[in-house]
């Protein structure tokens, strides 16, 4: 079951929280899920590859773009990496998915995820899609992504991977 508002702030009282760093968790905890804002946009600059053992992986190189003086940023149509500014906390017992905030998607902009695993700490990256041909602006701080959080039937060992502890 996903977890409600209620759920959530408890969860907020341990130590570490579920979700630390928020702006201000009495907006961004909403009725079903905890939302994420932005910290850092990034473009890519090559391409990546990716097989069946991890050894194979290949990031593509990013450049960071600048948000402007009133911390704006005006992006056209295209794919971004988004770094969230808030570091997650999922117990091993629980995962999470985020969705995208409907003003994203009536902007013509939408996210990507994939699942954030049982027991993975760390700020999250997502992959930020305009589709608006005109582009999309978008302000530093911003929620984008509303995260669910999900009971699982038991405990697990908890994610392990490279990610772990990601702070960039």
């Known amino acids: 079951m996903i977890l409600s508002k209620n759920e959530i702030n408890e969860l907020m009282r341990l130590d570490p929280p579920l979700v630390d ?3 201000d968790p009495d907006t961004q905890i909403q009725v079903n899920g905890c939302e994420l804002t932005v910290d850092r946009v990034f473009a890519f600059d090559g391409r990546g590859s990716i097989a069946y053992d991890n050894s194979e992986r290949v990031l593509p190189e990013c ?4 948000f402007d003086c009133d911390g704006w940023i005006d992006l056209p149509s295209g794919s971004y990496k988004i770094v969230s500014s ?3 906390h999922i117990p091993k017992d629980m ?3 985020a969705r995208p905030r409907s003003s994203l998607l009536r902007c013509g902009a939408s996210v990507e995820t994939a699942v954030w695993d049982a027991g993975y700490e760390g700020k999250s990256e997502c992959l930020l899609l305009v589709f608006n041909e005109y582009g999309f602006r978008l302000k530093q701080g911003a929620r984008v992504v509303q995260l669910l959080f999900m009971g699982l039937s038991s405990g697990t ?3 392990s991977g490279a990610y772990q502890g990601y702070l960039m």
Do not use: K, P, Q, S
Not at 63 to 66: H, K, S, V
């Open 95 to 97: 995962i999470a998915i």
């Open 63 to 66: 450049t960071e773009l600048a």
């Open 21 to 23: 760093g928020m702006i």
């Open 86 to 88: 808030e570091i997650v």
């Open 157 to 159: 060992d908890g994610y």
